[in-house]
């Protein structure tokens, strides 16, 4: 599985910014996609995630109400629309895939989001 983000960069607090993932490969074996994100000096955190049946959601408190997961299936593609954004959100962005058949989950290269007060 090979996925590729889109979408980062410079923005001021209380923009908008849509990332996109764009997945190839053997996405059929996907179960779950997901966006994390890694700031200077910290541990990658979960920020949402997907499921590829049925389209569950997920997010962790610090975007509920402000970040959007979701998916276009037959593009294999994944966007994460944020929304009122802060400087705490500013981070590397990664796109993850899961599945039981894949044996190990996949990640993008990352995507810079910086918000700026």
């Known amino acids: 599985v090979q996925l590729v983000e889109s979408g980062g960069g410079l923005v001021q607090v209380g923009g908008s910014l849509r990332l996109s993932c764009a997945a190839s490969g053997s996405t059929f074996s996907i179960d779950v996609m997901g966006w994390y994100r890694q700031a200077p000096g910290k541990r990658r955190e979960l920020v949402a995630t997907?499921?590829?049946?049925?389209?569950?959601?997920n997010y962790a408190d610090s975007v509920k109400g402000r970040f959007t997961i979701s998916r276009d299936s037959p593009k294999n593609t994944m966007f994460l629309q944020m929304d009122s954004l802060k400087p705490e959100d500013t981070a590397v962005y990664y796109c993850?895939?899961?599945?039981?058949?894949?044996?190990?989950?996949?990640w993008g290269q990352g995507t810079q989001v910086t918000v700026s007060s």
């Open positions: 993850n895939a899961a599945g039981i058949w894949l044996g190990r989950p996949y």
């Open positions: 997907i499921t590829t049946n049925g389209g569950t959601t």
